[in-house]
């Protein structure tokens, strides 16, 4: 029986079955495997007694994060983004040469990275083997576990508290998230600041973005059970804000209680949140947009084989995953991905093969359907600059439309 991971309740009730499906980044290695890929129930619930949204069926941590695929790197628009965000604490709160920052799911080190102009004392976790290697040959000093408030005394004995802690989608990828939260608050100094960005539930269920329900996606976090989870742990949300990046991401600024004087802009955030009642109202619609989604893309792929056209997909995010074992694979013939993590390697449960999108010259496919719908302009950007692609490309979400470039 699952439980909610924030208040224990047993009172969970599925909203949306997305059927069977595979561990999304876990990629295979070849055909055979890939059709025999592992597949777990997908489903979306809802805690009865604390509207908190979380996956249905819990698929093991080690089984998912051990090996991983996704580095933020791959993008610009990401390594912008990490960028920006030491940018914005230096603007902000200004580290210091010695500032201790840490970094919870620190993956191929990119954000890390972007700290080093403004102080050494860095220090990277992340459950990925192969992840935190490439990190720790970068010389950033990686830890390779999944966080938790033991490893967070170990830390803090070792190296002392943190002036900084920095997740990025990380804290929507455990189902212990009072473990989390305590590992925060050990960790973190006095007047110390954390900076967590997760996927948020707002901008799923505006967006329909289905396709982000995956089984490492554990929570799918409204501004309103955040900050009741924090406040359990003497930590206050003290400025909070919607990111376009990713599929839209929540970033919120903690410090322990009365440090920080909370800004309108949290307030605002949460009270829109309330009013709009997400939880209620707009989730029923967006469990019904979804199978429109279905539909439509269903009927796209079939006027598009009865006029022999082909197409191939682009993009092998974790999503497309989700999206794929929803609709069906057989109207695609494979898929580009400019990660080389990721060349070669199948997506789980299917027979399409990820590409190096240098292929598209050869290939040169009558449609490409966008699995990274979220990078649609930089990768319309590379496939007119660097392929000199002329076709049309399907963005699923957050409508379904086809644009043509000629
Ligand atoms: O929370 C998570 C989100 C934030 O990132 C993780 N659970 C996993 C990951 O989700 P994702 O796999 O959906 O992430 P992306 O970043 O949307 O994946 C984009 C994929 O597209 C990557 O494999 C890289 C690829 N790509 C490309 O081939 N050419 C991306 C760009 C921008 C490109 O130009």
């Known amino acids: 029986m699952s439980k909610c991971f924030i208040c224990k309740s047993e009172s969970i009730k599925v909203i949306l079955d997305l059927g069977e499906s595979p561990v999304a980044n876990?990629?295979?290695?070849?055909?055979?495997?890939?059709l025999e890929a592992k597949k777990y129930p997908l489903k979306l619930s809802k805690c009865d007694s604390c509207n908190h949204i979380q996956i249905g069926n819990i698929v093991n941590q080690e089984e998912i994060f051990s090996d991983y695929f996704y580095m933020p790197s791959v993008?610009?628009?990401?390594?912008?983004?990490?960028?920006?965000?030491?940018?914005?604490?230096n603007d902000k709160f200004k580290f210091d040469n010695d500032s201790f920052v840490v970094d919870i799911g620190s993956n191929d080190g990119t954000f890390l990275n972007s700290v080093k102009p403004y102080t050494n004392n860095i220090l990277g976790i992340d459950p990925a083997k192969n992840l935190?290697?490439?990190?720790?040959?970068?010389?950033?000093?990686?830890?390779?576990?999944?966080?938790?408030?033991?490893?967070?005394?170990?830390?803090?004995?070792?190296y002392g508290e943190a002036d900084f802690i920095v997740s990025t989608n990380t804290f929507a990828h455990t189902p212990e998230v009072k473990e989390f939260a305590e590992g925060l608050e050990t960790l973190i100094s006095d007047q110390g600041i954390i900076i967590i960005e997760i996927h948020y539930l707002g901008s799923m269920i505006n967006d329909n973005s289905f396709d982000t329900i995956y089984h490492e996606h554990f929570s799918y976090w409204s501004l309103k059970n955040l900050d009741e989870l924090f406040k359990d742990h003497d930590l206050e949300i003290f400025d909070a804000k919607i990111l376009p990046v990713h599929h839209g991401q929540l970033r919120i600024y903690l410090s322990k209680n009365g440090n920080y004087k909370v800004k309108n802009s949290f307030k605002e955030l949460l009270k829109n949140e309330i009013e709009e009642d997400l939880i209620e109202k707009k989730l029923i619609r967006f469990c019904n947009e979804v199978k429109k989604i279905k539909v439509d893309i269903l009927n796209l792929f079939k006027e598009v084989s009865d006029s022999k056209k082909i197409i191939y997909g682009y993009g092998a995010p974790a999503k497309a995953s989700t999206l794929i074992n929803f609709i069906g694979s057989e109207n695609l013939i494979s898929v580009y991905d400019k990660s080389k993590l990721k060349q070669g390697k199948y997506i789980p449960g299917t027979s399409l093969?990820?590409?190096?999108?240098?292929?598209?010259?050869?290939?040169?496919?009558?449609?490409?359907f966008l699995f990274a719908w979220n990078f649609a302009e930089e990768i319309i950007k590379e496939l007119k600059e660097n392929y000199n692609?002329?076709?049309k490309i399907i963005i699923p979400i957050p409508e379904l439309k086809v644009i043509e470039i000629s």
């Open 26 to 34: 876990n990629l295979e290695m070849n055909l055979g495997q890939s």
């Open 389 to 391: 692609y002329k076709g």
């Open 353 to 368: 093969e990820i590409k190096d999108p240098v292929e598209i010259i050869n290939d040169n496919p009558d449609y490409i």
């Open 132 to 158: 935190s290697d490439i990190a720790n040959k970068k010389g950033i000093k990686t830890i390779n576990n999944f966080f938790s408030n033991s490893l967070s005394k170990e830390i803090k004995d070792k």
């Open 75 to 89: 993008s610009k628009t990401l390594t912008n983004h990490l960028q920006e965000i030491s940018s914005e604490i």
